[in-house]
């Protein structure tokens, strides 16, 4: 399992997701410390592409050894592509969650909610 | 006070005050007067227990039980024979309790009755994962409609009229909570009505429900049936008899999705009607929707071969209430008799039992369409059950079948299920089940007494019904 960490060119959501933002898309993915929380991740129930986010909200269930859990939208928008990878090495999720462990790619519907986001080191100090 | 409530009256008045009511009645506040009871229940004053004794045993000997009659009685539930090595391994202490396998160190028996269990019901119904049971099999095939709804959100379940009627009923109960509609498929013929169902298809259709054979004991034709659901994007569940899947080809080669089952007939007697249990297989992509519990193999920390409940995540002590299902505890010593009584019959012997099924119905059937007044109700291929019209094209065969029945029971044969206490286009139906208990000579003797019952029950008929 990678080591701790907060990237800094990532924005961060109160329920321990990450958002790498492109333009008007952007990445998802749960940070270091959700996966750290779940353990041993086994299950990654791919939402489906076109399906809408709404922030704050959940989206998908990801699950480990230990629970089933909601993953809570960072941001609005319409999903463009998920991980396909993960049905096969869900596993990804913990050895590399700001990688090949991303979930789903969208194309945000609000593009300001980024501003509300938090940045690595404010998302950091949560944690304590 | 009664030697049955351990509570005094002082017990009581203490209990009351510290928590600061006046009588027992305030708890009641919060219901509606309406629907409380304002009188007494209506209870027979006590009795001394030998009385009580006495009464029950009256009671009892009113049951009639397939030893003392001659029964053709099936319907959902089968006399099949059960070998007494089948009471002697449940009757070990160690299976006694089905409470849930938590901690494998201590439950490598049971778990393994589980897998093996549930081995042979994926084997049967060729479909790869099984559950560790359901209670019994109309709360399967409603277990199956959950599954659908939590897959994908469409608003419609169709379901066969070839499904066991509780089956069905239980379903419409269970989907109106899901806001799900319930429609059902007539039947043409005896079987599903293709064309009915092709109409009913639709982009808003979660589910279709069929049975193999359905209650009519028919045999579907689901080469043709499914591949429709499938293009509909629904999902596929057969309800099936794993009796007779030693003769008819298993659900899974015809792309049902998830097969469920009543698991009476396997190793288990009529008991009065229960328990029994359900059994639930699927297609691997319902793996982590599949309700209940599932054991599976694994290795120890020394390499050897054992056994763990497996994929708990999506039961209800971890999920709560997103689970799957509410149910932990399972029918686990019904389906302990079903895999023991699998063993004991064998790859070879359910085959066996199939065919000799086969040759005693078929025998039955060209028997009573023999008998004067009687017609088949269908013609098409059945294993061990299939249904008459008594007295059909005549009218008033519904009056009629229940003097036949009468008449019969008079001469200790039970004839079957009278069709018409669930189906009202079959109201002069009679369902007869052939199971391998029921001999040649009991089939000619069905026929002479069938015979005779409806010849004296169009007899007694006075002219003015028979008219009507």
């Known amino acids: 399992m990678a080591d701790a960490s907060y990237p800094d060119d990532l924005k961060y959501h109160a329920e321990h997701d990450w958002a790498r933002i492109d333009g008007d898309t952007a990445t998802l993915g749960i940070t270091w410390y959700a996966q750290d929380q779940l353990g041993e991740v086994v299950y990654f129930d791919l939402p489906q592409i076109g399906s809408t986010l709404t922030k704050d909200q959940p989206y998908a269930e990801i699950e480990s050894v230990k629970a089933v859990s909601d993953v809570v939208a960072p941001l609005s928008g319409e999903i463009v592509e998920v991980n396909e990878g993960l049905a096969d090495s869900p596993e990804n999720v913990n050895e590399d969650p700001y990688g090949d462990g991303w979930l789903v790619r969208i194309r945000l519907s609000e593009p300001s909610e980024v501003d509300e986001l938090m940045d690595a080191s404010t998302y950091e100090g949560t944690l304590s | 006070m009664s030697r049955y409530t351990s ?85 070990r202490s160690e299976f006694l309790t089905p409470y849930t396998p938590y901690q494998p160190e201590v439950s490598q028996g049971t778990l393994q009755v589980m897998f093996e269990y549930q081995t042979a019901i994926s084997e049967l119904t060729g479909l790869p994962v099984s559950n560790a049971t359901l209670y019994e099999g109309p709360s399967a095939l409603g277990a199956a409609g959950f599954l659908a709804y939590q897959h994908h959100k469409r608003t419609r379940f169709l379901i066969s009229r070839g499904v066991h009627p509780h089956a069905r009923e239980t379903l419409r109960t269970m989907s109106a909570g899901w806001g799900i509609e319930v429609r059902e498929i007539p039947l043409r013929d005896g079987v599903t009505d293709a064309d009915a169902l092709a109409d009913a298809l639709g982009d808003d259709v979660s589910a279709v429900f069929l049975s193999q054979p359905n209650f009519l004991g028919a045999v579907e034709d689901l080469e043709a049936l499914v591949p429709p659901i499938k293009e509909a994007g629904a999902i596929a569940v057969s309800a099936c008899d ?68 497996t994929l708990q995540t999506r039961e209800q002590h971890i999920r709560r209430e997103r689970a799957t299902s509410n149910i932990t505890t399972a029918q686990t010593l019904n389906a302990l008799a079903a895999i023991v009584y699998l063993s004991w019959l064998g ?92 001999t040649r000579a009991d089939i000619d003797r069905l026929a002479e007494v069938l015979g005779r019952a409806v010849t004296g029950a169009r007899r007694f008929r006075r002219p003015e019904e028979v008219t009507a």
């Open chain 2, 7 to 91: 509570a005094t009256d002082a017990d009581r008045a203490a209990m009351l005050e510290r928590i600061g009511v006046q009588s027992i009645d305030d708890l009641f506040e919060t219901i509606p007067e309406g629907v409380r009871l304002d009188r007494p229940l209506d209870l027979p004053p006590g009795r001394p227990e030998q009385e009580v004794f006495a009464h029950l045993r009256e009671l009892a000997s009113r049951n009639v039980s397939t030893d003392d009659e001659l029964s053709f009685l099936g319907a959902g539930m089968y006399d099949h024979y059960v070998p007494a090595l089948v009471d002697s391994i449940i009757s």
């Open chain 2, 242 to 309: 794993a009796m007779t899947l030693g003769v008819l080809r298993p659900p899974g080669d015809f792309g049902v999705d998830i097969a469920v089952g009543e698991g009476q007939p396997v190793g288990n007697r009529l008991d009065y009607g229960g328990p029994s249990f359900g059994f639930f297989a699927a297609q691997q992509a319902f793996l982590r929707r599949i309700p209940g519990r599932i054991a599976g193999e694994t290795t120890d920390v020394d390499g050897r071969r054992g056994f763990v409940l």
């Open chain 2, 347 to 438: 790859r070879q012997g359910i085959v066996e039992l199939g065919e000799l099924m086969l040759q005693r119905t078929a025998y039955a059937r060209r028997a009573l369409a023999a008998v004067e007044g009687v017609e088949l109700l269908h013609e098409q291929a059945v294993v061990r059950e299939f249904a008459i019209r008594v007295d059909g094209g005549g009218g008033g065969g519904r009056d009629l079948i229940h003097d036949v029945i009468e008449r019969c029971a008079a001469e200790g044969v039970n004839p079957g299920y009278r069709l018409g206490a669930d189906y009202d286009e079959y109201d002069d139906g009679l369902l007869v089940a052939i199971t391998e208990q029921r």
